[in-house]
């Protein structure tokens, strides 16, 4: 008893000093989630405003905290939490990248997938290219510091990943489901692209840059980029499989969603500890998660699913932007170039420029090889389009801050010169594109693209479900139904040639489902269990 008491005192005698020491985090994670919903508020009061969206609204709020806490602290601090690459990579990019497979319309996605794969990987390259190429000439000129090929080539990495959140925030994908499609898997594999390029850059010898040694850095971005696609596809598959033979719903819902998560999450660690791409691999667990999985579990855990993960993504990319806008303003940062305000100026103006070129050089270019292969009008990419891909992105946003930051600091603080210019330049740079390129994408799309209705034909619109019971007709149902006697079947060798896409969706349909869909699940074809809540549905006439 005596031992147990004195226990218990040294117990009580501690705790004043750690309720201390843990009162600043409570008060800065109170304040954090108070802005959070001020944010959330002021975002729907600004729906309709032609200016502003939700990304910069977070971005604006923190600023003006930023500010606020300045003045509080007489200039020594504007931040309430450390900024910390383990809390972006690991924490609030998954949810946002998944909730991007979760969510996207698979057909328009696969029918445009060689030219998303044109703009996102090849795209990216040549962007990063250009400004690789760029700062290595205006960057010499300038007095910021001793920077070796490494250098350079990261810098045309981290300012290559594009943010195109304010782009999508305006388009409609069901008014414009091309270019919606061409901007959202660009930007989906844009990231990707460029974190595997700025990491097997960190990782290559570049000391001893040859052929080989080119084809060898080439060889492992292949290899990268596969083995995380197929790393998220097998971890799907493995949760769809799970959840169909086990179907926890019939005890408890709560175990599926929790499962679920849990299984998208797993694909994104399991891409980290095998240093893969996690963002690659995450995304692609969505979609087969969504094509296979979520067909596999109650209709109550379908709306519970469906709007977690979609919330979860909403609050990530409302943190990260509310965040950056106080970061912009870290006094010790700026402290660094006090005495060279001109050269960061031009650093950054010079940065602007480059990423503005190098979005240019492969666009314009990429887009004009897509249309020569494409025979149908309405799936060209019209000049209009053109411009819209390029400017959405132009922004830039967390991923090019964090890339940044595990470049050119150690813990979020860098005493040389160089590395500090750099910090403050991406900062200017994210906050410069996405204030003022977001603000005018509103007006430049409804200029470019007046409202229009999204066209029912079922040769422009694969959304419709009579384009997917055309395979499933006669020759003469089939001419019956188009009424025109020169469009080919999927199934014909005249028609891989002219619609290539079609007939490998047409061939796919065919292996899903008589090989998939009985093994893995899907719409259709999940058994019926006795007493279960969730119904027998109808066969998806409109899946991908």
Partial sequence: MTMMASFLDSLVSKMPSLSTSDHASVVSLNLFVALLCACIVLGHLLEENRWMNESITALMIGLAT??????????KSSRLLVFSEDLFFIYLLPPIIFNAGFQVKKKQFFRNFVTIMLFGAIGTVVSCTVITLGVTQFFKKLDIGTFD????????????????????????????PLLYSLVFGEGVVNDATSVVVFNAIQSFDLTHL?????????????????????????????????????????????????????????????????????????????????????????????????????????????????YVGMDALDIDKWRSVSDSPGTSVAVSSILIGLLMLGRAAFVFPLSFLSNLVKKNESEKINFKMQVVIWWSGLMRGAVSMALAYNKFTSAGHTDLRGNAIMITSTITVCLFSTVVFGMLTKPLIRFLLPHQKATTSFLSDGNTPKSIQIPLLDQDSFIEFTGNHNVPRPDSIRGFLTRPTR??????????????????????????????????????????
């Fill in 66 to 75: 930023g500010v606020v806490i300045l003045l509080i602290s007489n200039g």
């Fill in 149 to 176: 090929l490494g250098d350079y080539l990261a810098i045309g990495a981290i300012f290559a990943a594009t943010d195109s959140v304010c782009t999508l925030q305006v388009l409609n994908q069901d008014e414009t």
């Fill in 210 to 322: 040859n052929h080989e040694a080119a084809f060898q850095l080439l060889g492992n971005f292949m290899y990268l980029f596969l083995l995380s696609t197929l790393l998220g596809v097998a971890t799907g598959l493995i949760s769809a499989y799970v959840i169909k033979k086990l179907y926890f719903g019939r005890h408890s819902t709560d175990r599926e969603v929790a499962l679920m998560m849990l299984m998208a999450y797993l694909s994104y660690m399991l891409a980290e500890l095998f240093d893969l791409s996690g963002i690659l691999t995450v995304f692609f667990c969505g979609i087969v998660m969504s094509h296979y999985t979520w067909h596999n579990v109650t209709e109550s855990s379908r709306i519970t699913t469906k709007h977690t993960f979609a919330t979860l993504s909403f609050l990530a990319e409302t943190f990260i932007f509310l």
């Fill in 503 to 544: 007939t490998v969706h047409y061939y796919w349909r065919k292996f899903d489902d008589s090989f998939m869909r009985p093994v893995f699940g899907g719409r259709g074809f999940v058994p019926f269990v006795p007493g279960s809540p969730t119904e027998r549905d109808p066969p998806d006439l409109s899946r991908a």
